[in-house]
């Protein structure tokens, strides 16, 4: 089996957002089931989430959803824990792994879809979507990475390492939607968005 899962990042601390920002409910629903939901209307093949903080009850907000849960017990030590636990989930079969974090909350399916068609056509070691130019998120990241994905810490930057080792070799997409660059860090981020 070979395929394309989607990784959400769901074990952070929200330390800037008034509660945690994953079970804020945004037009009738939290946060996290916003993306999550996105995610699995997508071509990805599956999605994981990973959990850290308030584990529970982010897990419970998905729980009827066909998502495979990992929870991540050194969430505190920072992202590239959780992207490393995601990533051993699936590294035996994925071909490539999109990793997003829970807080860009409204990106819609197509895009993810965007991503992953762009990937099959160029085989590209990373594949972001921007918007305007900026790059944001989802990006993928080709099974060619993965060793360099297990080696990350937060000391290197984590993910942004790979990001600047791969950056000549990457493949952008432009998708003309301010979602993928809007990570929800407080509410005001959400007024940019009309959400709140």
């Known amino acids: 089996m070979s395929g394309i899962p989607v990784i959400i990042l ?4 929200s330390t800037r957002f008034p509660g945690n920002k994953l079970l804020y409910t945004v037009e009738g629903k939290p ?9 699995l209307n997508s071509k990805a093949d599956e999605v994981i989430v990973v959990v850290g903080h ?16 990992v929870y991540n017990p050194n969430y505190r030590v920072g992202m590239s ?6 990533l051993k989930a699936v590294y035996r079969w994925a071909s490539a792994v999109i990793i997003h974090p829970a807080d860009v909350a409204f990106v819609p399916s ?7 068609e762009k990937y099959l056509e160029t085989r590209a070691p990373i594949v972001v979507a921007s918007y305007k130019g900026k790059r944001g998120h989802p990006i993928l990241f080709s099974d060619k990475l993965f060793k360099d994905i297990f080696s990350i810490s937060e000391e290197t930057m984590g993910l942004k390492y790979v990001t600047r080792k791969y950056a000549e070799d990457t493949v952008v997409v432009e998708t003309n ?4 660059i809007v990570d929800i860090d407080t509410i005001d981020d959400l007024k940019i ?4």
């Not at 308030?54 to 849960?69: C, G, N, P, R, W």
């Not at 824990?81 to 995601?86: D, I, Q």
């Open 110 to 116: 197509y895009i993810f879809n965007k991503v992953i």
């Open 10 to 13: 769901a074990a952070g601390l």
């Open 31 to 39: 946060l996290i089931r916003h993306i999550v939901e996105s995610a």
């Open 177 to 180: 939607s301010i979602e993928v």
């Open 193 to 196: 968005l009309g959400k709140a």
């Open 81 to 86: 824990e959780s992207v490393k636990k995601g």
């Open 54 to 69: 308030d584990a529970e009850k982010v897990s419970q907000q998905i729980s009827d959803l066909d998502v495979v849960i």
